[in-house]
């Protein structure tokens, strides 16, 4: 069974909060609480808050036990940014940005989370086969066309060889005449 326990409009940005996620995200909950003790972070205090939310939540809706929780996943999105002012030299004004973000914390029976593990782990494999069977095919394609390519060139080469070698046997003299130097100059009878 899945809880979800969410913040609206925290008023912290969502870059400085998805900064603790990757410590506390897949723990157990008992884990997460601890890490999130010794967090130096301000952003961590209110997870805290959220995380024991969410687990009492479990306890007393679902009559799940806190040894049995998992924290599965966190999401942190952007939320409303206020826009405020702050004045500066020769009567200009500077924007200040007051972001806030969007919580959203899953936590997880751990018996359901190996379920669904195991689920998702099959459907990652398939996946993966099928994407290597499409990149085969499209490196195939890329191959076939590079082999017509080369032909191409190899031919245009084979046709700049030939005409020159044309040229130069239609630039020689007919074996009926015949040259005879003479100061120089040449006369042709």
């Known amino acids: 069974m899945k809880i979800q326990v969410s913040l609206k409009n925290y008023r912290r940005s969502a870059r400085k909060v998805r900064e603790i996620i990757p410590v506390i995200k897949g723990l157990a909950v008992e884990e997460a609480l601890e890490q999130l003790a010794f967090i130096d972070k301000a952003a961590a205090y209110d997870l805290k808050k959220l995380l024991l939310s969410g687990i009492a939540t479990a306890e007393n809706d679902f009559n799940l036990s806190k040894e049995n929780l998992l924290l599965s996943n966190i999401m942190v999105q952007e939320g409303k940014t206020l826009k ?11 924007q200040i940005l007051k972001r806030t973000c969007h919580i959203l914390l899953t936590i997880e029976d751990k018996k359901d989370s190996m379920e669904s593990t195991t689920e998702k782990n099959n459907q990652d494999r398939s996946q993966t086969t099928e994407t290597v069977k499409r990149r085969e095919k499209r490196a195939n394609r890329n191959d076939q066309k590079e082999n017509k390519e080369m032909k191409k060139a190899e031919e245009k080469k084979a046709k700049k060889i030939a005409k020159p070698e044309k040229e130069a046997s239609d630039n020689k003299k007919p074996t009926g005449e015949k040259e005879e130097v003479s100061s120089g100059k040449v006369n042709k009878k």
């Open 84 to 94: 405020r002012w702050r004045a500066r030299a020769y009567g200009r004004a500077a």
